[in-house]
Nanobody, 127 residues
Framework: QVQLSESGGGLVQTGGSLRLSCAAS????????MGWFRQAPGKDREFVVA????????DYAASVKGRFTISRDNAKNTVYLQMNSLKPEDTAVYSC????????????????????WGQGTHVTVSS
């Protein structure tokens, strides 16, 4: 029902910034809560941040709170992840995901609820 495509990854120095984008196809983008996950080399995929359908509610992992900001533009079918003050520990493949939920203010933190996933974009932070 929805296809996701991430972009904006790259190589940055410690303390630098990147802005990731996740473009969604389809006419029902606003029907999905969205989230960003990441998987570092040799580690399991972990939750980064999630945003409600309306964009009014968010939930951040403790490791990125205060440094990362999620936002969405339903008119453009796009969700963003602004990453500031990047650290080497942020190095990972970042993926966006969509979760079908009924409530416009629901924030999804459970990975099993996410139905659609993008291909991922690489972020490397040099030490």
């Amino acid at each position: 029902q929805v296809q996701l495509s991430e972009s904006g990854g790259g190589l940055v120095q410690t303390g630098g910034s990147l802005r990731l984008s996740c473009a969604a196809s389809g006419r029902t983008f606003s029907s999905y809560a969205m989230g960003w996950f990441r998987q570092a080399p040799g580690k399991d995929r972990e939750f980064v941040v999630a945003i409600s359908r309306s964009g009014g509610s968010t939930d951040y992992a403790a490791s990125v709170k205060g440094r990362f900001t999620i936002s969405r533009d339903n008119a453009k079918n796009t969700v963003y992840l602004q990453m500031n003050s990047l650290k080497p520990e942020d190095t990972a493949v970042y993926s966006c995901a969509a979760a079908p939920v009924l409530g416009t203010t629901v924030v999804v933190k459970t990975i099993a609820t996410y139905t659609y996933w993008g291909q991922g974009t690489h972020v490397t932070v040099s030490s």
